[in-house]
């Protein structure tokens, strides 16, 4: 952020309530007035446990919306973030890592409500809106201090306000020679076989550290132990749901279970899956195929 930007933001000047009234296309009495409400929900996770889910009343999701789309969408998160990105996909977090001799795993604690409401204000103040336009849009988007998982508006925040985040942590895995991408939570770091291979265990934790403590210098708490995964080449080597051993594909599980269901279309005429589904899965794996 330029002199004059770091001036207009501790001054709190900016783009105002009106620019953001007529933004959103709701008046501001309506916006300062509206009940930002929502209902805690708790769904299984797969492997146990459960996760709470924040979701907003209508009032607050049509809100919600409208930033996402009018305020939001135009705005440029960091290339390594592939996650709740336009045009981006598991493919493109997966495809940095393919082939590569160590892929390393990380994942966050309690992403969404890890970023707190004070990030989420200074970017709206970084990125031009006045002290009480970034005021007035941080209490429509956050909840508790946080954000809250399950606002529409969150996974876009989350990678907006974590280029900074992408920016250190690229930049400490290319010093080393690795590779780097993000999925929301997931933190993907792979890296060639060292010259020296005595050193690659020595590489790998010191990466693993360095970003535990970047995450942390960010409000993150990286998952330790089961979370943590390090994959070397003998053993199947999985990012975002794609095998990225020798080349990008779906798991063999997978690919047995579409034949199946393909051969059963062909030889009964009916299946598990719709056509539309079958069709889904046909253009999913050219995607991959294309890698």
Not at 103 to 114: R, T
Not at 190 to 219: C, M, N, W
Not at 230 to 236: A, G, P
Request: aromatic share 6%; net charge positive; glycine share 8%.
């Amino acid at each position: 952020m330029g002199m004059w930007h770091r001036l207009r933001a501790s001054l709190g000047w900016g783009l105002g309530l009106k620019t953001l009234a007529v933004r959103l296309g709701m008046p501001i009495e309506v916006l300062h007035g509206a009940r930002i409400r929502y209902a805690e929900v708790r769904i299984p996770k797969r492997r146990g446990g459960t996760r709470t889910l924040l979701i907003p009343n209508d009032e607050t999701k049509e809100i919600q919306r409208r930033i996402l789309r009018r305020v939001l969408a135009k705005l440029r998160a960091h290339p390594a973030a592939t996650g709740f990105e336009k045009g981006r996909s598991i493919v493109d977090n997966a495809r940095p890592h393919v082939g590569r001799d160590v892929v390393i795993k990380m994942d966050v604690i309690e992403f969404f409500p890890a970023t707190p409401s004070s990030r989420v204000e200074s970017y709206f103040r970084r990125i031009g809106w006045s002290k009480k336009a970034a005021a007035l849009l941080t209490r429509m988007t956050t909840h508790d201090g946080a954000l809250p998982q399950g606002a529409p508006t969150s996974p876009r925040l989350s990678n907006l306000v974590n280029v900074g985040l992408d920016a250190m942590l690229l930049q400490m895995i290319t010093k080393r020679d690795g590779f780097y991408t993000r999925y929301a939570d997931d933190i993907t770091i792979s890296f060639d076989r060292h010259p020296y291979g005595e050193l690659q265990g020595r590489r790998v934790r010191g990466t693993v550290q360095k970003a535990a403590r970047i995450l942390k210098a960010h409000d993150y708490v990286a998952h330790r132990n089961t979370k943590l995964k390090i994959l070397y080449r003998h053993r199947l080597q999985r990012v975002t749901g794609l095998v990225v051993n020798d080349k990008l594909q779906l798991p063999r599980a997978t690919r047995r279970w579409l034949r199946a269901v393909r051969h059963k279309k062909a030889t009964t005429g009916t299946c598990s899956l719709t056509d539309a589904q079958l069709a889904g899965w046909a253009a999913f794996e050219r995607m991959v195929a294309k890698g």
